[in-house]
C-alpha cells in the first residue's frame, strides 16, 4: 500500500512564499511520477505541476514562473515552492503519485490528503 502526507500549507499575505512539502511511503516504485494538484472552493481540482523520477518537469503555464517543483528520490518525497502568492493561489494543495505496477503493467494513482494554502490581499 502506498501513502502520501503532504505538510507545509499555511495562510500568508500575498506576496509571500510557501514550500509544500509530500511524502511517499509504501511499495514506491523506481518509476513513477510526483505531482501537485489544487482545489479551490466551488472549483474543479486542477493541476499545477509534475515531476518524474528522472528529474523531468511540467507546469501549467500560468504558475511555471512563480512555482518550482523538486524532489529527493532517497527520501521520496516532493517539494512545491510557490513564490508570489496571490489570493487566486488560495486552494487545498493535492499530492499526487503515478506508481508503475509491474505485476500488472499499469500506473497507480495516489492521493494524499491535501493542505490548506491561503494567501490573503
Known amino acids: 500500500q502506498v501513502q502520501l502526507v503532504e505538510s507545509g500549507g499555511d495562510l500568508v499575505q500575498s506576496g509571500g512564499s510557501l514550500r509544500l512539502s509530500c511524502v511517499a511511503s509504501g511499495s514506491i516504485s523506481s518509476s513513477n511520477t510526483m505531482g501537485w494538484y489544487r482545489q479551490a472552493p466551488g472549483e474543479q481540482r486542477e493541476f499545477v505541476a509534475y515531476?518524474?523520477?528522472?528529474?523531468?518537469?511540467n507546469y501549467v503555464d500560468s504558475m511555471k514562473d512563480r512555482f518550482t517543483i523538486s524532489r529527493d528520490n532517497a527520501k521520496n518525497t516532493v517539494y512545491l515552492q510557490m513564490n508570489s502568492l496571490e489570493p487566486e493561489d488560495t486552494a487545498i494543495y493535492y499530492c499526487?503519485?503515478?506508481?508503475?505496477?509491474?505485476?500488472?503493467?499499469?500506473?497507480?494513482?495516489?492521493w494524499g490528503q491535501g493542505t490548506q494554502v491561503t494567501v490573503s490581499s
Open positions: 515531476i518524474t523520477n528522472g528529474g523531468v518537469t
Open positions: 499526487n503519485l503515478a506508481n508503475w505496477d509491474s505485476r500488472n503493467q499499469v500506473y497507480v494513482t495516489y
